[in-house]
Structures are given as structure tokens and as C-alpha cells.
């Protein structure tokens, strides 16, 4: 395997050993051989960052900002999550059910809070409690759905609404348990978002 056929599939694997080796497994046996260093695949994570910005520009996907938020979470600084909150303005709206629940979930992290993943661990984490406060606040108005009847949908729309109460009281961020309830602030993706 060439260095050229390595970032061909590091990059086609969205940066994910994960990915390369559950899809192109004996190619990822030869990507580990190769031993390509981390320095530069920082440089092929950046460049697929860049990549997936264009792209959601142009497309609008929801699906292309979970993709962002997998290799740019590995980072974990304030430039990477003004990229994440630019990509978030690039999403086109309105968006389905599922769509508001995945993004949601994106945003306050799939995995257990004691791994401390999502937009809003990850921005209270660099000291930027505004802008987590401003993500709960997108989150909460994603997750008020009235009439599901999908009772997967409802429960993950349920299971979110529980982080975000776990969320409020550890991080502090300042929400009413009536605000938690019931939360219908109009748009905020127009209304507060341009600051940021």
C-alpha cells in the first residue's frame, strides 16, 4: 500500500480505524503496517474537516454533521466547535422527527455521560458555558415533538430529555425543571445563533 492509497482510505473511512476495519479489513491490515504517524493523519483529518464543511454547505445534510462531529470531536478545541456551530447553521430546516432526534443526540452525546461526548460537554469542557447553554436550548426545542407515535422515537426523545436534566444539574447551566418540561422558545436557529 502507498501513502497516497493510505489516505485514499483513511479518508474514505471518514478518519475511523472503526470503519476501515470493519468495511476494507485486509486493507486496514496493510494501513497498520504501514505505519502511517499520527502527525499526519491529523494533517488527512483536517483536510477531510474541510471536505465535510463544503460539502453540508452545499447539501444542507443533517447526516454530514454527525460525520463532522466524529473526526472533529477527536480535537477538542474552540476552533473546532466554531466550525461544529457553523456546520449546525448550514443544516437545512425543518427537519423530520428522526432528524431532530439524531441531531439532538449529537449534540448532547451518544455515549455514557461519564465519557463526557457531545457539543455540550465539549464546549462546557473549554470553558464556553454560553455556548453550551445556547446548544441545550436548541436541544430542548429539537426534542419538544408532539403526536410520536414511533415508540422507538419516543423513547430516545424521552432518553434525551433525562440527559438534559442530567446535563443542567451538573453543568449548572441554569434551566428551570419547568423550562425542562416544557420548552417552546421560537426559532433559535435564527434568533440566537448569530453571535456565536
Known sequence: MTTNEAKELYLASDCSYFAMCTYHYSSYLQYRQLGVPKIQEDIWKEEKLRNLQIEIQKTGDCRIFDRLYEIAVEFRDYKRLRMMLEAFKQVN????????VALAETILGKR?????????????DIGQKSIAILLMEQVLQYLEIPNVTNIELCRRIQKGKR??????????LNFYEQELQCYSPGNLQEEKWYFL
Do not use: D, F, H, T
Not at 430546516?93 to 431532530?100: F, H, I, K, T
Open 93 to 100: 430546516q425543518p427537519l423530520n422527527v428522526s432528524e431532530r
Open 112 to 124: 455514557l455521560p461519564k465519557a463526557r461526548s457531545g457539543l455540550i460537554y465539549w464546549a462546557y
Open 163 to 172: 440527559l438534559c436534566k442530567k446535563l443542567n444539574m451538573e453543568l449548572k
